[in-house]
């Protein structure tokens, strides 16, 4: 399994600081394997909770999780100031967790 988290928008957005997160079940300590397969199940479960881009937030950042398991890929979009709980949790793994890309 792996995540991308992609972050857009904000104020100031600088483009070198843009590159997306990206973690690994194959890169993460074998005792969080486990929380990141929980994380991943609630935030697809609360999908109906995404309400989408950053919508009449100024400055607002728009956060997207790409999702790649069991041969599949499926993706996840929210927005300020609106981020499920759940969604949230997964972003905060895998900014915690994972490597920026350039």
């Keep these: 399994m792996q995540v991308v988290l992609h972050i857009d928008g904000g ?4 483009p070198g ?6 973690v690994s079940d194959q890169a993460v300590a074998p005792g969080e394997r486990g929380k990141l397969d929980a994380l991943v199940q609630a935030a697809l479960d609360d999908r109906g909770s995404c309400g989408g881009p950053a919508q009449n ?14 041969g599949g890929q499926e993706e996840l979009v ?3 100031p609106a981020v499920p709980p759940a969604f949230s949790a997964l972003a905060q793994f895998v900014r915690q ?6």
């Design 17 to 22: 600081l843009a590159g997306p997160f990206v």
């Design 57 to 70: 937030c100024p400055d607002g950042r728009t956060y997207r999780l790409s999702i790649e398991r069991d």
């Design 97 to 102: 967790h994972g490597q920026r890309l350039a």
């Design 11 to 14: 104020f100031a957005a600088m």
């Design 78 to 80: 929210a927005g300020d």
